[in-house]
């Protein structure tokens, strides 16, 4: 089955600056990568997604990268916020149905003011 | 509903007693999830509801997990003879379906029930 690997675990960041977080995956035939965000206290949510067909994708301040060929994605953040503080959790699956979204273990972004 | 409705929101047992937690995905959605998130950890996979295909289980972490998905709809997941390791958040999450036919395969998570096992 699909495993996804993430780091950092923690990372802290003056704000403005830019934060990158990376994942690796396992099974080549993975084909679809979110990015869902978590607020202290809060639910999950998707805040952006490649699928195998592109390289990369831009939206306003955060971009997502994607290599098949190494089985890695990163989550790129420019022009750093407050807010932009939360966790971070990358995944990945195959575009049927029958298989399961797997989450990488996350990363804490701290974006101090 | 508007949203992924869970319950309880918080349940504190006893070392032994079974709990059933309860979620109700947005209406239409086929696929449903379950995870566990321990404090400050990730999201761990326990198991996978699409349409009327058997569950796929491989996540359950013991025989003492289980699930199950009545009409399609609102799913339980009981916990039987619970141990303090279990003490965690439990968050319940649907999509539309699979990412066939333009679907975003979004996840909808729950609130989550935060489950104490004293």
């Known amino acids: 089955g699909e495993n996804v690997e993430q780091h950092p675990s923690t990372l802290s960041v003056q704000e403005g600056d830019s934060a990158v977080i990376k994942c690796t995956y396992s099974?080549?035939?993975?084909?679809?990568f979110p990015w869902y965000k978590q607020e202290l206290g809060k639910r999950p949510q998707l805040i952006i997604d490649?699928?195998?067909?592109?390289g990369e994708k831009k939206d306003q301040r955060i971009a997502v990268t994607l290599n098949k060929t190494a089985k890695h994605f990163s989550l790129h953040i420019t022009e750093t916020q407050p807010e932009d503080s939360a966790v971070y959790f990358c995944?990945?699956?195959?575009?049927?149905?029958?298989?399961?979204?797997?989450f990488g273990s996350g990363t804490r972004l701290l974006v101090r003011p | 509903g508007a949203g992924v409705s869970q319950s309880p929101s918080n349940k504190v047992t006893e070392k032994g007693k079974d709990v059933e937690l309860r979620c109700d995905p947005i209406?239409?959605?086929?696929?449903l999830y379950w995870y566990r998130q321990s404090l400050g950890q990730g999201l761990e996979f326990l198991i996978y509801?699409?349409?009327?295909?058997?569950?796929?289980k491989s996540g359950l972490p013991s025989d003492r997990f289980s699930a199950e998905r009545t009409g399609g709809s609102v799913s339980t997941l009981t916990i039987q003879r619970t141990q303090q390791e279990d003490s965690a958040v439990y968050l319940c999450?649907?999509?539309?379906?699979?990412?066939?036919?333009?679907?975003?395969?979004?996840?909808?998570f729950g609130e989550g029930s935060r489950l104490t096992v004293l």
């Open positions: 490649i699928r195998s067909n592109v």
């Open positions: 099974d080549s035939a993975s084909n679809y």
């Open positions: 209406s239409g959605h086929t696929a």
């Open positions: 999450a649907s999509s539309l379906r699979g990412l066939a036919g333009g679907d975003t395969g979004e996840l909808f």
């Open positions: 509801f699409q349409g009327n295909s058997a569950p796929d």
């Open positions: 995944a990945a699956r195959r575009m049927d149905s029958s298989y399961k979204l797997i």
